[in-house]
């Protein structure tokens, strides 16, 4: 089968957009697992993920400005885990502690 990661041009695909930021964890037909991470005050330009499920590693504060301009202040907590729906944000650090979470992203089969 053909699988690939849905609903992200390979233009903002995070490992391109920024990948001082992000590094391959484990691929694999169906999951693409990223660790990213950032210091405090850092931002990461407009990237996309597909439909991911987000395992927080540390304690951070972030900003995130997703393709409508919404701004969404956010706090986690190591072992938080959050569902992200598909989409495309630009990310700041906003805390004083380095940004550390896994994203599981799920892949599609291509049609």
């Given at each position: ?16 957009v920024?990948?001082?930021h992000?590094?391959?964890r ?7 697992v990223l660790?990213?991470?950032d210091?405090?005050g ?7 993920h ?8 540390s304690?951070f504060?972030r900003?995130?400005?997703l ?10 907590r190591?072992?938080?885990?959050r ?5 495309s ?5 906003t805390?004083v502690t380095?940004t550390r979470?896994?994203?599981?992203e799920?892949k599609?089969?291509?049609?």
């Open positions: 089968m053909n699988w690939a990661l849905a609903q992200v041009p390979a233009s903002e695909d995070p490992l391109v920024a990948p001082a992000y590094k391959v484990f691929e694999n037909d169906r999951v693409r660790e990213g991470f210091a405090p850092e931002k990461i330009a407009m990237h996309g597909p439909d991911t499920l987000m395992v927080v590693l304690s504060k900003r995130l400005t393709t409508s301009g919404r701004v969404i202040e956010t706090e986690s190591p072992g938080d885990v569902w992200m729906p598909a989409q944000h630009a990310g700041e650090n805390g380095e979470a896994l994203f599981i799920f599609q089969q291509a049609r």
